[in-house]
């Protein structure tokens, strides 16, 4: 992933539109229009090979419409430009944390002091079972 050419291609290609947000304001509720809704489309995006945009594909499904376009709404300040501001960050920090492949797990078999503490607290626990059972006749400790 070449981060310098996604930032950059990102702010060329973003799409910003604004309209009415809900939430804190007073009056500029009812007369600005603060809300933010920033839309990419994936196939403009340089700096992904074609594998990383497939992830990001995959991992924002839910976000992405049928135009292929990836959509961010924010709202959570009283000032369009701080929105705006907010909805470029966070555009960019999903399209970066969604084309990190994982990181693969490789399995390790459990230890031997590990199994041993396992089945001494299973000991344990069937003792503390054991011991509140009602003697029966045929128990020699009575």
Request: charged letters at 30%; one cysteine or more.
């Amino acid at each position: 992933m070449n981060r310098d050419a996604l930032l950059h291609s990102l702010l060329e290609h973003i799409q910003l539109d604004f309209s009415r947000s809900s939430g804190p304001g007073g009056q500029n509720v009812n007369k600005l229009n603060t809300k933010v809704t920033a839309r990419l489309c994936l196939a403009d995006i340089e700096g992904l090979s074609p594998e990383e945009l497939a992830l990001v594909r995959e991992k924002l499904s839910g976000r992405i419409t049928v135009q292929d376009e990836l959509v961010l709404a924010v709202q959570e300040e009283r000032s369009q430009i701080r929105n705006r501001e907010i909805a470029v960050a966070r555009m960019a920090d999903l399209l970066i944390r969604a084309a990190r492949r994982p990181r693969l797990r490789i399995p390790t078999a459990p230890s031997r002091a590990s199994k041993e503490r396992k089945l001494a607290g299973k000991h344990i626990r069937g003792v503390s079972k054991r011991n509140r059972r009602k003697p029966s006749l045929d128990d020699s400790s009575y």
